[in-house]
């Protein structure tokens, strides 16, 4: 248990850009279920045993012994003296997880690797240490990636996964005591450098941010295995990765310096749901230092005004760490953070259990439509790095759905990839689809995603590294033709009567605590497949929206849409649809708007976040300073007045630092080697410099016809204003070779098509 004392770390200095919401110290139900979050941790084999521990240690000692001879073998024959040579030294970092020590079994290790000036990353560190670790038989799966973001060379040792990175500081020789924390290594320092280091940086200075290192362990440990449960553990799939999480957390940790881990995760939820986005998350002020590094600063950066969800580094120079973030990501974690809340309020009513928090969410069942983008390689190699570039680019096709239909498509990509075991090097990916909720459905509105799916595939087919055998195809599939082989042992679960689709549900036992009424339920089926029976709460719609939405539309017996290049004309079917399969009917429309009018505000004038402890004054200042939590068997946090009081300190902390700074809401930025569509869009916002998500927009520019079709098959509609009609599924059969590696040569038309006139009106041009 940590030390409930908020000056044990910190000589009573603040920790935070803002006073502390609470100074309370924990309960004795805060105690308790604490030490059941531990066991419950414990249980589900998040901590490695003492043997892997000791194994992981020899890795990275070995690690550093094979660096260090490297750099005296490239020093010796780049022609130093010798002297130099016995001087030469490089030195192995830890940073992520493991640094954080909040890794479980079988995790990679993220390393840095720093040297000196004269050892390039190039030609030494991806050529001469390639080439040793190649050599080596306890290295395995070695993949250098010299063209990533951060440069990477993954590999196995004895086992053990290692991400090595490499940083070249302008000094000749290495100091075995080198302090990476300093701001004088990033001096002449180039961008990929200076990248590497960032991660051993921000690191290093969240354990330093954060009043009790052991609460923060645990509640990261917490937060990292409910996100991925709750499948929105992904910094490439556009939701967040472990550094995220890290940051979010050590903003609670700051925010509740004296509470366990219970509180902190309880906590965690009630201010997440109640943020702002894109207000930033910041665990100290940005500073601009004296280097001239750009740090994030949406008033002087247009691409920083995107961003939806700013979560920012802590070390300098300060930065986004949640880019990839778009608006249907956002949307989903938002839910899941309501989700969390509801059910820690059903915990302190001791109707709810940790178990309750933790349950899989079932994205199989959640939507009646799936996109699914199947790669495949001629070995495993090949697949290996193939695998690699398509996910890396899989986030540009939901940026691509969500802007070519103005939101009103929403994709929710699932986190991992899943394989046919029947099949040799292969694998997919799959997206729900459903369409935004709480517009009237206009019948003739279609989507067409067609000219979308073209487009990502010729992103994909620019990889440099492309080789024969290396395939992709993107096809539609209804919920009820999925593959056996996404379902855990191969075996489709059986489907109760009614189920709920969860999306982003909330508490699986009735609620009927502190003034609120009994909430009805419905069951839920698992990823494992198992129906527990438990029932989960579901809000009612309102009488005029379920006579509005139930309706079925009329089906269309033989209607055709002209394919925008004058290729023949493709048939269409709907079918009936109701808003009660809808999966966001669960989302308070309150709530949902107040998300929406965030991203949609234009930019304002920032304030220094170094001014909002003066502007804050005290603990909180004014009306709206917040009591410590006393230190009662009760549970005082849940009460009524404590919750309005927390509201009041959020809404403080938030009106002083950053209002919204969303003037649109495409992602530019995240089109970079798209450059005709970026042309596109540029003249697009150019002429009509407006919001596209502007209510009087949407209304005009949404009756597009966007379609899902399955080529030759029969195919159906998704109306952008309505629930998803049920679509005819893509023939799944046919062999994955007649799929398209989008190299320049002639191609055939895919199985889903986008027409996107909308854009090519707007813009003058040609789609």
Not at 436 to 455: A, C, M, W, Y
Request: proline share 5%.
């Amino acid at each position: 248990m940590g030390s409930p004392l908020f000056n044990n770390r910190n000589n009573g200095q603040r920790l935070g850009i803002t006073e502390p919401i609470s100074l309370g110290g924990p309960s004795d139900f805060d105690v308790m279920k604490t030490r059941e979050l531990e066991k419950f941790l414990q249980d589900v084999g998040l901590y490695e045993s003492q043997e892997e521990a000791v194994s992981r240690e020899e890795v990275l000692g070995r690690l550093d012994q094979i660096v260090k001879i490297w750099v005296k073998t490239i020093s010796r024959a780049k022609g130093l003296n010798e002297q130099l040579v016995q001087e030469a030294n490089a030195k192995i970092f830890t940073f992520g997880s493991y640094r954080l020590g909040v890794h479980g079994p079988g995790a990679d290790i993220d390393t840095l690797c720093v040297g000196p000036r004269h050892a390039t990353r190039e030609e030494d560190f991806f050529g001469e240490l390639h080439k040793m670790l190649s050599e080596m038989p306890e290295v395995s799966e070695l993949h250098p990636v010299p063209d990533a973001h951060v440069p990477v060379m993954k590999f196995k040792f004895s086992g053990v996964s290692i991400d090595l990175l490499y940083a070249k500081l302008s000094l000749w020789v290495i100091p075995e005591d080198l302090d990476i924390s300093q701001d004088s290594i990033l001096q002449n320092a180039d961008e990929q450098t200076v990248r590497s280091l960032n991660g051993c940086r921000v690191t290093d200075q969240i354990l330093r941010l954060v009043p009790n290192i052991q609460n923060f362990r645990t509640t990261l440990r917490c937060m990292r295995f409910w996100a991925k449960r709750r499948g929105v553990y992904s910094n490439v799939a556009g939701f967040l990765g472990g550094i995220n999480w890290a940051l979010l957390v050590a903003r609670i940790c700051q925010l509740y310096p004296n509470a366990l881990p219970n509180m902190l995760v309880s906590r965690f939820f009630r201010v997440y749901t109640q943020w702002r986005w894109p207000n930033p998350v910041m665990l100290c002020a940005i500073e601009e230092r004296s280097l001239g590094l750009q740090v994030w600063d949406p008033r002087r950066y247009p691409k920083d005004r995107f961003h939806l969800m700013p979560i920012i580094t802590p070390a300098y120079p300060c930065m986004n760490s949640s880019y990839n973030v778009s608006s249907s990501t956002l949307r989903i974690m938002t839910e899941e953070f309501q989700r969390g809340n509801e059910i820690f309020e059903a915990m302190e009513a001791n109707k709810a259990e940790w178990d309750t928090l933790f349950e899989p969410y079932p994205f199989f069942d959640a939507y009646k439509n799936y996109l699914q983008i199947d790669i495949a390689a001629e070995n495993a190699d090949d697949l290996r790095k193939w695998k690699g570039w398509v996910e890396s680019r899989l986030r540009q096709l939901t940026l691509k759905i969500e802007r070519h239909t103005y939101n009103m498509l929403q994709c929710h990509p699932h986190p991992g990839d899943f394989s046919d075991k029947s099949k040799l090097f292969h694998c997919c990916y799959f997206m729900g689809l459903q369409r935004k909720q709480g517009v009237p459905v206009n019948e003739g509105e279609q989507f067409d995603i067609r000219l979308t799916v073209e487009e990502f595939k010729l992103s994909v087919g620019s990889y440099t590294l492309w080789k024969p055998g290396m395939e992709i195809r993107v096809t539609h599939v209804r919920r009820r033709n999925l593959p056996n082989f996404v379902f855990p042992g191969g075996v489709r679960p059986a489907r109760p009567f009614k189920i709920a689709r969860e999306s982003r549900q909330s508490v699986e036992s009735k609620v009927s605590s502190h003034g609120q009424a009994d909430k009805s339920c419905e069951g839920k089926a698992v990823t494992n497949g198992a129906d527990d029976g438990r029932k989960r709460k579901r809000e009612d719609d309102d009488v005029g929206n379920n006579l509005r939405n139930s309706k079925c539309l009329a089906t269309v017996a033989s209607s055709t849409v002209e394919d925008h290049e004058g290729s023949p004309p493709v048939t269409v079917v709907s079918s009936c649809f109701t808003k009660g399969e809808n999966m966001d009917a669960m989302l308070g429309e309150a709530r949902r708007e107040r998300v929406e009018n965030v991203i949609e505000d234009s930019l304002r004038n920032l304030k220094n976040p170094a001014d909002v402890s003066s502007q804050n004054g005290g603990e909180i200042d004014g009306s709206v300073r917040c009591s410590p939590i006393s230190n009662t068997s009760s549970v005082t946090a849940g009460s009524s007045n404590s919750k309005e009081a927390e509201k009041l300190a959020i809404e403080k902390i938030m009106s002083g630092l950053y209002d919204s700074h969303q003037s649109f809401t495409e992602e530019l930025d995240e089109l970079e080697d798209d450059l005709e569509y970026r042309n596109q869009v540029k003249d697009f916002v150019g002429s009509t410099k407006s919001n596209p998500l502007d209510s009087s927009m949407t209304n005009t520019a949404v009756a597009v016809p966007v379609k899902i079709s399955s080529g030759a098959g029969p195919s159906g509609i998704l109306y952008p204003n309505g629930g998803l009609e049920e679509l005819e599924p893509a023939e799944l059969m046919a062999p994955l070779s007649n799929g398209i590696h989008s190299a320049p040569t002639a191609q055939r038309k895919p199985l889903i098509r986008l027409k996107l006139t909308t854009v090519a009106n707007a813009t003058g041009k040609s789609a």
